[in-house]
């Protein structure tokens, strides 16, 4: 025995149209993300002028937790660049990043 319900018209419009509008925000999305730069390794002097802090500070920041670094080798930490991104987001510090990249 199978069960059905029975929508009205302007309901199941609104169902489509809803539908209709996640699927295109979901391909914007994809094709946002496609847009995105390969994710590269910046030494400490790099990610510093990137995020426009000293190097000290992003250090600090390192062993603070708020910032996630890799070892480049037994000394040198380095840092990708999408970690920096969410590091400017995350901490406001977003009118930093536009301001930079609209310089670019």
Known sequence: MQAFLLIP?????????????????????????????????????QAAVLLKVTPGGLRRARRAGRLKGVRINEKEWGFYTSELHRYLNRYNRQALYEADHKNS
């Open 9 to 45: 018209e302007t309901e199941l419009r609104q169902l489509i149209g809803r539908i209709e509008r996640l699927e295109a925000a979901e391909q914007q999305r994809a094709q946002e993300k496609a847009a995105l730069p390969a994710d590269e390794v910046l030494n400490v002097r």
